[in-house]
DNA sequence: GCTTGACCTCAAGTTGACTTGAATTCGCAG
DNA sequence: CTGCGAATTCAAGTCAACTTGAGGTCAAGC
């Protein structure tokens, strides 16, 4: 069967409880009804957990992945907000992936200072070029 | 000239005086010295504000930022360590473009219940497989 | 030579995201 | 029924990452 009580939620996704009902009181994800006192969720619960946790992992804060989700399981944003949001994302993973390159090239690299190697230089001008733009959507 | 005061280390990064004396604190960043009580910063601080960011967006905390970074420039972890940091990043990465996908897909898709759509259900089945692996850097 | 504005220190306050604890209350196993 | 483990509420506590404020210093321009 379909329904879920909290402990099964929070073993199922990995989120406790305290925070289970954290995020109901923020918004984000409510029972489908009670028993008693006990919230019963339904399974699409879960699903939703794992948007939450991309979202948070991507920087969003808990109310912007609300209004993202939608009480409802759609978005309260319209699609050129969540178009926007996507393109912020897409720079962001550029900017994780040059991190990614970074890390990978100062764990290589056996020059003994990074500022002479033509290649970290080469990716700190990139980074220096995303960094402009760094914090955009929080600010709106 | 390459000595820039607090002020304008904070107008040209973006990073405000009081949260740059924070890093300080935290063993981030170091001024190249101080006239009088002020401090003096290379513009090498640039670099390495940007890096943080960079860091930051990725999720890591100013102390993992920190040893990444090293005090003196160069990392305080070993190839291995960095080289997981870096898989731990390509994974995160994976789960933003997911999740850039997904805000793509429903700011498009006209079916009303995304749970019906085939490509959203294949997104979802995508992010179910990363969920998995959550969060294993942080608890290390 | 004195004012002014940018800087300083240090302690305390704030915010977001949770967690913890105390005091109940269910609901199912025996 | 009875007991007990899993849930419940609500207030308070915690932690990281900053910010703010009070009170002081300093050097550069008038």
Do not use: N, W
């Amino acid at each position: 069967m379909k329904i879920l009580d909290i402990g099964e939620v929070a073993a199922q996704s990995g989120v406790p409880p305290s925070t289970l009902r954290y995020y109901e009181e923020q918004g984000l994800i409510a029972p489908i009804g009670r028993k008693g006192l006990r919230r019963q969720y339904g399974p699409q619960t879960l699903l939703r957990l794992t948007l939450i946790s991309m979202g948070k992992a991507a920087g969003f804060s808990l109310p912007e992945i609300a209004q993202m989700l939608g009480a409802d399981g759609h978005p309260d944003l319209p699609r050129d907000e969540l178009h926007a949001r996507a393109d912020d994302l897409g720079r962001q993973i550029r900017r994780l992936q040059l991190l990614q390159d970074t890390l990978r090239h100062v764990a290589d690299c056996p020059a003994s200072s990074h500022l002479d190697c033509p290649s970290f230089q080469k990716l700190m001008r990139q980074a220096e070029r995303t960094a402009a733009r760094v914090g955009k959507r929080a600010s709106r």
